[in-house]
């Protein structure tokens, strides 16, 4: 298991950005699938955007070229650049790194 510590949440505007940065407590290179999930209440978690080590990367459908996910092994983290943030994005994100372990999430939340 790996630990992950995520950062970067708050509030911001419609139309706004945030970048959310998880740090594993190990090298990233040796992580082959991380990726930033969310959820809301009474929802189940879904995927937003996942990276691999072979350079892989998926997102999903309501990101709409908005998130731009980025490993970053000089910094060793992964990032997700969010942009023109819209009201349904209101979350906590989760970064996930294979096998099977999870941040403590951070709050997302997109009001005027």
């Known amino acids: 298991q790996v630990q992950l510590v995520e950062s970067g949440g708050g509030l911001v505007p419609p139309g706004g950005s945030l970048k959310l940065s998880c740090a594993p407590s190990r090298s990233i290179d040796s992580i082959y699938s991380m990726a930033w999930y969310r959820q809301t209440p009474g929802k189940q978690r879904e995927l937003v955007a996942r990276?691999?080590?072979?350079?892989?990367?998926n997102y999903a459908d309501f990101v709409e070229d908005r998130f731009i996910i980025v490993r970053d092994s000089a910094k060793n983290t992964l990032d997700l650049q969010m942009n023109d943030l819209k009201p349904e994005d209101t979350a906590v994100y989760y970064c996930y790194a294979d096998p099977n372990s999870w941040g403590q999430g951070t709050q997302v939340t997109v009001a005027s």
């Open positions: 990276s691999t080590s072979s350079s892989i990367i």
